[in-house]
């Protein structure tokens, strides 16, 4: 992770991240193989919750554990099982001793991580900004590219019905924090044109 997103923490958050992202790097690298669902996933989760957290006005604490949160989220991820943020909750709670975490912490950011759990409905500002970062991918550029590795991912046929799953879930998708709300509208549409273009709806 560059040293951008800590840049605001305190020596001893920042070790306890670099220490987080270790952990998680090399847990994820040995039990998981998904095309999407990995470190790299993981990391850009990290940094656009970093992003969001700057944007919402989020302490510097609380930006420490919902990045904490956001590194680990995934750290177990089957496609179709339906207890993988159980699982990466535990895997979280047991490396995150290891890194040096307290309890009440890695409690918080357990929390955070069950957050994510389809369909989402977070509640607190900071489960809003995971689940949000969660799905950052949604109102970029590489949106396409990305869902391309979810399809691989999940074994689904490419295709017309595989694009108009996904314009069905783009339209129905709403963020939740007020910045992403805001500050995505166009992106949104973009991609929803884009994807209307490729199953000739529009």
Not at 59 to 68: A, G, K, L, R, T
Not at 70 to 74: S, T
Not at 135 to 144: A, G, H, Q, T, V
Not at 146 to 149: A, C, I, W
């Given at each position: 992770m560059?040293?951008?997103?800590?840049?605001s923490f305190?020596m001893e958050?920042?070790?306890?991240?670099?220490?987080?992202c270790?952990y998680?790097?090399a847990?994820?690298?040995?039990?998981?193989?998904n095309?999407?669902?990995?470190?790299?996933?993981?990391?850009?989760?990290?940094?656009?919750?970093a992003?969001i957290?700057y944007?919402e006005?989020v302490?510097?604490?609380?930006?420490?554990?919902?990045?904490?949160a956001?590194?680990?989220?995934?750290a177990?991820?089957?496609?179709g099982a339906?207890?993988n943020e159980?699982r990466?909750?535990?895997v979280?709670?047991q490396?995150?001793c290891r890194?040096?975490y307290?309890?009440?912490?890695?409690?918080m950011?357990?929390?955070?991580i069950?957050a994510t759990?389809?369909?989402v409905?977070?509640?607190?500002?900071l489960?809003?900004?995971?689940?949000?970062a969660?799905?950052?991918?949604?109102?970029?550029?590489?949106?396409?590219e990305?869902?391309?590795?979810v399809?691989?991912?999940?074994?689904?046929?490419n295709?017309?019905?595989?694009?108009?799953c996904?314009l069905?879930?783009?339209?129905?998708?709403?963020?939740?924090?007020d910045?992403?709300?805001?500050?995505t509208r166009e992106a949104?549409?973009?991609?929803i044109?884009r994807l209307?273009?490729?199953?000739?709806v529009?």
């Open positions: 560059e040293n951008t997103y800590i840049d305190n958050r920042a070790k306890k991240w670099n220490r987080a270790a998680a790097g847990y994820m690298e040995r039990f998981t193989n095309p999407y669902h990995n470190f790299s996933h993981a990391k850009d989760v990290a940094a656009a919750a992003k957290c944007k006005n302490s510097d604490y609380d930006s420490f554990i919902v990045m904490s956001a590194i680990f989220h995934d177990v991820f089957k496609a339906e207890d159980e990466s909750g535990r979280a709670g490396l995150l890194a040096g307290t309890r009440p912490e890695r409690d950011i357990t929390q955070l069950l759990k389809m369909p409905a977070p509640k607190s500002l489960e809003k900004v995971l689940c949000d969660d799905l950052d991918n949604l109102s970029r550029d590489d949106f396409l990305k869902g391309e590795l399809r691989r991912e999940l074994g689904i046929d295709g017309k019905r595989w694009y108009s996904q069905g879930f783009l339209k129905s998708h709403s963020y939740h924090t910045y992403k709300q805001k500050s949104l549409a973009k991609n044109a209307e273009e490729i199953t000739g529009a």
